[in-house]
């Protein structure tokens, strides 16, 4: 049997609707995946001079093309489009509402799927119902 991959879940209002299919990680791309995540820029405590203003901005654009990359690199499917209604080509993320809900629901369902104590919503959808334990 193979394990399944993961359906996300939005909360949001703006992501209603929205489906997308994350693949599953081998041990190396969830290291990877850690070390990118823990890599994200500190924003700086205020007052801010703009120099420090601009690298912090340019080191957001940097984090956010590479979390944008991996998330890319292990997109399954998705339902979006573009204005004109023509597919979105995987991976191609321009909204920061999507990127967070794609993270954060990625994360969430990895998190959930490694539980012992069943806490498996995020993935319940994607796994076949014989495969899923009965009450009785």
């Known amino acids: ?5 993961y359906k996300l879940r ?4 703006e992501l209603d ?3 997308v299919v994350m ?3 081998t041990i190396e791309d969830l290291f990877e995946f850690n070390d990118l ?8 405590e205020p007052p801010v001079e703009r120099k420090t203003r601009d690298e912090f901005r340019k080191k957001v654009k940097a984090y956010n093309a590479e979390l ?15 204005r004109d209604g023509a597919p979105l080509p995987l991976g191609q993320i321009t909204d920061i509402v999507l990127l967070a809900g ?3 629901g990625w994360l969430e369902a990895i998190n959930g799927a490694a539980d012992p104590l069943g806490r498996t919503a995020a993935i319940e959808a994607q796994i076949p119902a014989e495969a899923l334990p009965s009450d009785a």
């Open 1 to 5: 049997m193979r394990l399944p991959d």
């Open 10 to 13: 939005f909360e949001h209002p």
């Open 17 to 19: 609707g929205v489906e």
């Open 23 to 25: 693949g599953r990680l």
């Open 37 to 44: 995540l823990e890599s994200a820029p500190a924003q700086p």
């Open 68 to 82: 944008i990359a991996f998330i890319g690199k292990h997109t399954v499917s998705w339902n979006l489009e573009d």
């Open 102 to 104: 794609i993270k954060d």
